[in-house]
């Protein structure tokens, strides 16, 4: 067993965490990743088109993106989606084209669907973050970009110290505290046609990072064995 294998999550343990969490999130994590999400709203905006925000959770976002986007929204639990279709309803939200149950892994969409993928304060609780940002860059239309806004782990000093530390209770709430900007670099390195072109630490304490890459125009990334017609059988959240 490495030193890291034992802090990795697993499917079940994000699930029930977030299940756990769906009643008080906002209140909990509203205000707290208040900067992040203007942030990657921010972006995403500037290029526009259809956006994908992979783990939308209850919906706090929804409402904040210009009426000329075109949303959709997946998460994996489907009790903080429930408060997202709540929350659609309630501000009326015609822009949203559906909310869907889905593993960030094994996205049900067709390769070249969207013009922009968000995922705020997701890649670190996922089981396997390569694997999902393979999963964003292959639904990505070549042009488009990826929007991050993550926790970057320390490289080095006490708080990498303290991150390690705490690393073991972080998987029981459902994310990694450790978790660094060379894994990110690697993934962009070894994925062809898809590049960093943005990396900003996000005020005040700078824990976060907005994060960008670039799909090439004419680049394609293909997961083997996808079936183009499993969209959008994935379920939708009641």
Known sequence: MTNLSHV?????TVTTAYALWAPVYDLVFGAVFERGRQAAIAAAERVGGRILEVGVGTGISLPHYSRECRLCGVDISEPMLRKAHE?????????????WVMDAEQLSFPDDSFDVVVAQYVVTTVPNPEATLDEFARVLKPGGEIVLVSRVGAEAGLRRALERGFAPAARKLGWRTEFSFERYKKWAERTSGVHLIERRAIPPLGHFSLIRFAKDSGAQVVRPGFAQETYPAARAAS
């Open 87 to 99: 929350r659609v309803a309630e501000f009326d939200l015609t822009n949203v084209e559906g909310l």
């Open 8 to 12: 990795e999550l697993d499917k079940q």
